[in-house]
């Protein structure tokens, strides 16, 4: 469970990313953050494993404070939680399975890691975590070989490897093209149901948010404008949400004809004066 | 018009910068008796020295053989511990490393002084302490690249992709596991090429550190100018010559396969 309580953020010149942040996420949720890029859904979501600090307020992951933790109990807390990035953040040069067992070194001591002496049994669970994601045939090619779709499943099963409770993920399918994205997010989807981790993961795809997601929420100039079901998030939601009509770009489509679950409403163009903060 | 205007300036600039440049060298060339006539004056001295010059001692061969292989370690055990020793100073002094800039300032201090001091004035100092030989020059050639290699890890490591870094951050690694893991993969190739750059500079440094007493080749070079020997110092130069264009080549190769 990782809970927000009164939660800000204010950076030294003096803008507010976070407003007053209070929310619950249930363990086993699959959540969806949407808003505007600078709407503060990726301070929001880096507060979570405080790579980023907050200036005012508490977030408890299963009943620890993280805001409070330091030095070793910090890093225990973390590395409870895995997280994925837009841009893989893969060690390019190292195998894939170095990459994917980098993601245990919090459980060893610093000497063991540093000499690379894994136990057999974090290989295996190395394996296992490609496996699940389909790519236990990579485990020794060099990560840079891969493709973007083939990194990002690498990078989920660093995460994976970690065994843990929460999955962050900011921005998972930005740099893929519409079927990766598809497979990325049907990977996090099925580990989500099938280990019961809580996977939090920020979007600017609509469609995908209403297709993936338990829950939404979204942030509008650092603070929580909705939070509700995908039923409940209506485009109307969505507009108020982005303080304007959706873009085109916004939805990823792709889906067969018919089935639109969006409708996208022609934006004209001067009205995107309407003090939206972005 | 407008086009007219932006560009008369910087052409007026480019003059200035090359009235500046002349000037320069007219007024250093004057005031240390740098002249054109010196060099017309000496030309019929170089003549004569390159005609002695040949054809080289080739008997003499034998007798520096030994001198140049030790000239040779001398780099290759300098270049190597010098190189051991930059890795944890380019480490401290990177500031995506070390963001604590109490402690990464003075590092890059004593990094600078270090580099400031030249390769055979760090063989003289040696040689004053540890008395003339071989260990005088390997550590001089120690101290010189390891100023080198410092200063261009700590550089290559600044510029590595952060994305691993924070992805190590968020796994719950300390900073020892965020080095290895995220740094050094990174950096590695860099460094490595290094490395071997510096070992090249090195064969060259160590074959006139000799000439204070410093060990190697340089010695029988300086002995061989004080008698007047230049055919002797010929054979000298043509086999550093070799030898460095050997390395040079062989460097080259493994650092196109390291990039």
């Known amino acids: 469970m990782i809970e927000f309580h009164n939660v800000s953020k204010v950076y030294p010149n003096g803008t507010r990313g976070l407003n007053n942040i209070n929310l619950t996420i249930h363990q086993g949720e699959m959540v969806v953050i949407v808003g505007l890029s600078g709407a503060g859904k990726s301070t929001l979501l880096r507060s979570i494993n405080r790579l980023h600090d907050i200036t005012e307020g508490d977030i408890q992951i299963n009943g620890q404070s993280i805001t409070k933790a330091s030095g070793s109990g910090l890093r225990r807390i973390r590395r409870g939680i895995g997280m994925i990035f837009q841009s893989f953040n893969l060690v390019k040069r190292s195998t894939v399975l170095r990459n994917v067992l980098s993601g245990r070194v919090g459980h060893h001591s610093t000497l063991r890691t540093v000499l690379g002496m894994f136990p057999a049994e974090d290989t295996e669970l190395a394996m296992d975590a490609l496996e699940r994601v389909n790519i236990r045939d990579k485990a020794y090619s060099r990560a840079d070989q891969l493709s973007g779709g ?3 499943r690498v990078s989920i099963a660093r995460a994976l490897a970690q065994q843990p409770q929460i999955i962050l993920a900011d921005e998972p399918v930005a740099s893929l093209d519409p079927l990766t994205t598809r497979q990325v997010m049907d990977d996090l989807q099925r580990i989500n149901r099938d280990l019961n981790i809580t996977t939090i993961i920020n979007l600017h795809f609509i469609d995908l948010a209403r297709q993936y997601a338990t829950r939404i929420i979204g942030l509008r100039a650092g603070e929580v404008v909705f939070d509700g079901t995908p039923e409940e998030a ?28 969006v409708t996208v409403i022609p934006d004209p163009a001067p009205a995107r004066t309407d003090g939206v903060k972005s | 018009m407008k086009a007219a205007a932006i560009e008369a300036p910087q052409r007026y600039k480019r003059y200035l910068t090359w009235i500046f440049f002349v000037v320069l060298i007219v007024v250093c060339a004057i005031q240390t008796d740098v002249t054109p006539y010196q060099l017309i004056v000496g030309l019929p001295q170089m003549g004569t020295l390159l005609a002695e010059m040949v054809p080289p001692d080739w008997s003499y061969l034998p007798t520096i053989w030994k001198p140049m292989v030790e000239t040779i370690q001398i780099a290759l055990v300098g270049t190597m511990l010098g190189g051991i020793l930059a890795i944890p100073f380019a480490l401290l002094c990177a500031y995506n ?7 990464s300032v003075p590092v890059r201090l004593i990094l600078n002084l270090v580099r400031t001091v030249p390769d055979l004035l760090f063989a003289a100092i040696f040689v004053a302490i540890f008395g003339i030989g071989p260990f005088a020059g390997m550590l001089a050639i120690m101290f010189f690249s390891f100023g080198l290699i410092a200063k261009l890890t700590f550089e290559a ?14 796994v719950g690694a300390n900073k020892i596991q965020l080095i290895v893991f995220g740094v050094l993969p990174q950096a590695m190739p860099h460094y490595m090429s290094y490395l071997l750059y510096a070992f090249e500079v090195n064969v060259r440094a160590a074959s006139v550190l000799g000439l204070v007493g410093a060990g190697g080749i340089g010695l029988l070079l300086d002995r061989s100018l004080g008698l007047f020997r230049y055919d002797r110092a010929a054979i000298i130069i043509l086999l550093t010559l070799v030898i460095v264009l050997v390395i040079d080549y062989g460097s080259t190769v493994l650092r196109r396969k390291l990039l």
Request: aromatic content about 4%; charged content about 25%.
């Open chain 1, 234 to 261: 209506t485009d109307e939601v969505f507009s108020h949400i982005y303080g304007r009509s959706i873009h085109r770009d916004e939805v990823l489509g792709d889906h067969p004809p018919g089935e639109d679950i």
């Open chain 2, 157 to 170: 490591i600044e510029s590595i992709d952060p994305g691993p870094l924070e992805a190590m951050t968020a």
């Open chain 1, 150 to 152: 083939q990194q990002q």
């Open chain 2, 97 to 103: 490393v070390m963001p604590n800039r109490a402690v």
